[in-house]
């Protein structure tokens, strides 16, 4: 099941830059913020601005509106307001970034590449044969050349186990996960997308 293939230098022999991967890292982190938390400002809560009570001689700390701060149901100082956390990056700096996460799982002997799946339907007990014929027992992201329906609806109910096609292939999810298990043609897919030429590995 398992292949030896010829892999690209330009993919998977990249020196690690621990600097670009983590600034692709927290973009794509930040890019997933929906950044719709909102709170209420003094001036935005409900209520009156009368003077709670008189200055003097009530034996009480002085007291304003009740929509202050500091009282139950007043406004939010410092509070959350709609925004944006999008981070812009290059697009050659987002493509070493996945080259290096890639480098390195090949270089830590986490990276696998099998024959292509052949599912005539959905087996979740066939899938996890599969893992365990690979000597797989940790979390695995499973990365094809296009999604694979069969695959991925036998893959869904493992624990630890994702699938998904080699073009959307981020920073993150190959950091998430512990071993990397690629087709041969996801793996070319991934060669298309992010280098060229081909060394022994």
């Known amino acids: 099941m398992v292949r030896n293939i010829e892999l ?3 993919v998977f022999a990249v020196p690690f ?3 670009v991967v ?9 890019n997933a913020r929906q950044g719709t938390s909102s709170t209420k400002t003094r001036g935005e809560v409900a209520g009156s601005t009368r003077k709670l009570y008189r200055q003097k001689h009530t034996g009480m700390a ?15 100082t410092f509070g959350p307001k709609p925004r944006d956390y999008r981070q812009d990056m290059p ?18 002997a986490e990276l696998k590449v099998m024959e292509e799946p052949k ?29 694979e329906e069969n695959l991925v609806k ?25 071993m990397l298990l690629m087709t041969e043609s996801g793996v070319r897919r991934a060669e298309r997308l992010w280098g060229g030429g081909h060394a022994s590995v």
């Open 22 to 30: 983590h600034q692709a890292l927290v973009r794509q982190r930040a």
């Open 154 to 178: 036998s893959a869904r109910n493992l624990a630890g186990v994702k699938t998904m096609p080699a073009h959307i292939l981020s920073v993150a999810d190959v950091l998430s996960y512990k």
């Open 119 to 147: 599912f005539d339907q959905p087996k979740t007990k066939e899938m996890a044969a599969v893992l365990v014929a690979l000597g797989i027992n940790s979390s695995v992201l499973i990365v094809t050349d296009m999604p």
């Open 17 to 19: 830059n621990e600097a």
């Open 91 to 108: 697009k050659k700096m987002r493509q070493l970034a996945i080259r290096c996460v890639l480098s390195a799982k090949a270089r830590e």
């Open 8 to 10: 690209s230098d330009d």
């Open 62 to 76: 002085r007291a304003g509106s009740k929509k202050s701060p500091t009282r139950r149901g007043g406004g939010i």
